[in-house]
């Protein structure tokens, strides 16, 4: 069965001007949508707020998925800070929690396994996605960490497939869609455009990438997840358009 979420960049200007997520949380409900994705940079750091953004998705029927900007592999460990984002996950009443692989190039096979260990319980699962950066998200790293998980046989760890971002690391997204689709069960989904020599993102039916398409390369998604800033009635129409396509 399906999970259609709203990241909550969608609400670029309320969190810009300050607005708690834990204010959002009934717009993605209005909107029709049945999960919301936190992002992490957007939060107070208080226990409280994300407290508060779990008891208001859980009024509401809501799951809540947990996107932190930051990177699973540092140097040659797994990040100190990931026990860190797993506690919070919790307190939001979330298992999905999203990170970055980062560089695989100073990190032993043994030592990403044995801190993948530690903190994997059963009882969440870790998505990592593409960023726009070569450094965390190259289509080689993806592969390579995958190639890992794969042979020592990790549940709880899958991808999320964000189909604009490969613009931004000029790689071909039907390659990448190609090689990560047997990984992948969360789309992100968003468009994206050159104004003038500029990438920016976009609404999907407002931007170059034919989205339909790519969405039928990955027979394993069951997470759609709309990750751009727009208005509601774009949002809305969207979401729509999205559930037609993964019927």
């Not at 990241?7 to 309320?14: E, G, L, R, W």
């Not at 919301?36 to 409280?48: A, H, T």
């Not at 969360?186 to 050159?194: F, I, S």
């Not at 390369?217 to 809305?236: Q, R, S, V, W």
């Amino acid at each position: 069965m399906s999970t259609y979420v709203l990241n909550t960049i969608a609400f670029k200007k309320d969190l810009d001007n300050g607005v708690s997520q834990s204010r959002l949380v009934e717009k993605v409900k209005q909107l029709g949508f049945d999960a919301i994705e936190i992002r992490n940079e957007f939060l107070n750091g208080s226990k409280n707020e994300r407290l508060a953004i779990a008891k208001e998705a859980q009024k509401l029927g809501l799951e809540v998925f947990y996107s932190v900007n930051d990177v699973l592999v540092t140097g040659d460990h797994l990040n100190n800070k990931a026990l860190d984002y797993v506690t919070e996950m919790r307190e939001l009443n979330s298992s999905h929690l999203k990170l970055n692989i980062g560089s695989l190039s100073d990190i032993s096979k043994e030592e990403l396994l044995k801190g993948l260990a530690a903190i994997l319980d059963g009882q969440f699962e870790i998505a990592v996605e593409n960023n726009q950066t070569l450094a965390d998200s190259s289509l080689a790293i993806t592969k390579k960490f995958f190639e890992i998980i794969q042979d020592a046989g990790i549940k709880d760890i899958h991808y999320c497939f964000d189909i604009a971002n490969w613009i931004w690391l000029d790689t071909d997204v039907d390659q990448a869609a190609d090689d990560l689709k047997q990984f992948t069960t969360y789309l992100h989904l968003k468009n994206a455009v050159r104004d003038q020599g500029e990438l920016k993102t976009v609404p999907l039916e407002d931007g170059d990438l034919n989205w339909r398409a790519l969405i039928k390369k990955f027979p394993f998604a069951y997470d759609f997840g709309l990750e751009y800033a727009g208005n509601a009635e774009t949002i809305a129409n969207e979401l729509g358009l999205v559930k037609e396509a993964t019927k």
